[in-house]
């Protein structure tokens, strides 16, 4: 690899700019590929631009016979996202746990003395009424989505505006008679019964979690579960 | 058992690329290893990346930890040669059963000198 691959690949990581690196394994040509554009030594092959971005948007790095040679795409797409209404006592342990396994955290809370500084240090914090500010951050297939106010006014126009969007996942806290009162508003609200089935809850998985700590863990855990699921399933069609 | 090859946890890897540029920054001479394909029950998925220094200093891995020695091993061959090299480890391989896929894997690594 040229240092100045290297340097490009690390840029763009920290611009959260996706791009795919297409390796001629046998040979060593390498070649940056991004949305738009292509550079490198492959940059007028057609055939791999369009495999690299097709791997881009499928976040799979795989080896590919391209035209007899060997390419291996590498996929580098930004960070995948966990979105967080509620900056409550569970959020201040899964925000950290998520971001140390990789995911850009923001925790959505309009209550200034909830969403401190001090409560989340080192987390994103947004402000905004939770509909607003999860359309602001426009939620999109690598998104995980978190509600945990157990408030109905603020859990819910989040989870509407994530219902509409491609989210991964949907995670709502609250006991089962809390989601059957929610399942009842949503569908007031027009959505349908598949779109209500979307919604993780009550949230987590089911490992006897008590603690903020654990219960986050078991959230965690979940959202793991569900990416990896997904991708499986999608191999395999 | 299904490939996982999905890339979701590359921006773990952010401080390997850091790592390895910073080395060559220092002057040092630097390989990447990346891992290009697996099968069965490999610990690290596709695109886990460790770099290599020619001091032999590492950073991240390609697996658990089995075959990382002989990994450093071919690295600093390619460093010296310039040449990328494709190397796999696997049951059925007998140096990669003296080295040992504990896990019962096998996986295919990319080994390129940054230049």
Same mark, same amino acid.
């Given at each position: 690899?040229?240092?100045?691959?290297?340097?490009?690949?690390?840029?763009?990581?920290?611009?959260?700019?996706?791009?795919?690196?297409?390796?001629?394994?046998?040979?060593? !040509?390498?070649?940056?590929?991004?949305?738009?554009?292509?550079?490198?030594?492959?940059?007028?092959?057609?055939?791999?631009?369009?495999?690299? %971005?097709?791997? #881009?948007?499928?976040?799979?790095?795989?080896?590919?016979?391209?035209?007899? %040679?060997?390419?291996?795409?590498?996929?580098?797409?930004?960070?995948?996202?966990?979105?967080?209404?509620?900056?409550?006592?569970?959020?201040?342990?899964?925000?950290? #746990?998520?971001?140390?396994?990789?995911?850009?955290?923001?925790?959505?809370?309009?209550?200034?003395?909830?969403?401190?500084?001090?409560?989340?240090?080192?987390?994103?914090?947004?402000?905004?009424?939770?509909?607003?500010?999860?359309?602001?951050?426009?939620?999109?297939?690598?998104?995980?989505?978190?509600?945990?106010?157990?408030?109905?006014?603020?859990?819910?126009?989040?989870?509407?505006?994530?219902?509409?969007?491609?989210?991964?996942?949907?995670?709502?806290?609250?006991?089962?008679?809390?989601?059957?009162?929610?399942?009842?508003?949503?569908?007031?609200?027009?959505?349908?019964?598949?779109?209500?089935?979307?919604?993780?809850?009550?949230?987590?998985?089911?490992?006897?979690?008590?603690?903020?700590?654990?219960?986050?863990?078991?959230?965690?855990?979940?959202?793991?579960?569900?990416?990896?699921?997904?991708?499986?399933?999608?191999?395999?069609? | 058992?299904?490939?996982?090859?999905?890339?979701?946890? !590359?921006?773990?890897?952010?401080?390997?690329?850091?790592?390895?540029?910073?080395?060559?920054?220092?002057?040092?001479?630097?390989?990447?290893?990346?891992?290009?394909?697996?099968?069965?029950?490999?610990?690290?998925?596709?695109?886990?990346?460790?770099?290599?220094?020619?001091?032999?200093?590492?950073?991240?891995?390609?697996?658990?930890?089995?075959?990382?020695?002989?990994?450093?091993?071919?690295?600093?061959?390619?460093?010296?040669?310039?040449?990328?090299?494709? !190397?796999?480890?696997?049951?059925?391989?007998?140096?990669?059963?003296?080295?040992?896929?504990?896990?019962?894997?096998?996986?295919?690594?990319?080994?390129?000198?940054?230049?």
């Amino acid at each position: 690899m040229k240092q100045h691959t290297l340097s490009q690949l690390i840029k763009d990581q920290n611009e959260k700019k996706a791009v795919a690196l297409a390796t001629d394994i046998d040979i060593g !040509l390498q070649t940056l590929v991004y949305d738009n554009t292509a550079i490198g030594p492959d940059e007028n092959n057609e055939e791999i631009q369009q495999i690299a %971005r097709q791997a #881009m948007r499928d976040d799979r790095c795989k080896i590919y016979e391209i035209g007899g %040679r060997r390419i291996f795409i590498e996929v580098f797409n930004p960070s995948l996202r966990m979105l967080i209404v509620g900056a409550v006592h569970i959020a201040q342990p899964l925000s950290r #746990m998520a971001s140390v396994a990789g995911y850009d955290v923001t925790v959505i809370d309009p209550r200034a003395s909830f969403a401190t500084d001090e409560r989340f240090p080192g987390i994103t914090l947004n402000g905004e009424w939770p509909d607003d500010g999860m359309r602001d951050l426009d939620p999109d297939r690598r998104t995980a989505i978190v509600t945990l106010t157990h408030d109905p006014k603020l859990d819910d126009p989040g989870i509407e505006v994530a219902l509409k969007s491609d989210a991964f996942y949907i995670g709502a806290l609250g006991s089962r008679k809390t989601h059957a009162a929610r399942v009842e508003r949503l569908t007031a609200a027009g959505f349908s019964e598949t779109e209500i089935a979307r919604i993780h809850a009550p949230v987590g998985l089911s490992i006897g979690s008590v603690s903020p700590a654990e219960i986050a863990v078991s959230i965690l855990a979940q959202v793991t579960d569900v990416l990896h699921r997904k991708a499986d399933t999608e191999a395999i069609v | 058992m299904v490939d996982r090859n999905v890339a979701s946890g !590359l921006s773990q890897d952010d401080d390997v690329m850091n790592q390895a540029a910073a080395w060559c920054k220092a002057g040092k001479n630097v390989a990447l290893a990346t891992v290009i394909s697996t099968w069965g029950s490999s610990p690290r998925p596709v695109g886990s990346h460790l770099a290599v220094d020619q001091d032999g200093k590492i950073v991240g891995s390609v697996s658990g930890g089995c075959i990382e020695g002989a990994v450093v091993t071919e690295a600093m061959e390619v460093m010296k040669t310039g040449n990328p090299k494709v !190397l796999e480890y696997g049951v059925t391989n007998e140096l990669a059963w003296e080295v040992g896929l504990a896990c019962g894997g096998s996986i295919h690594v990319y080994v390129e000198k940054i230049e």
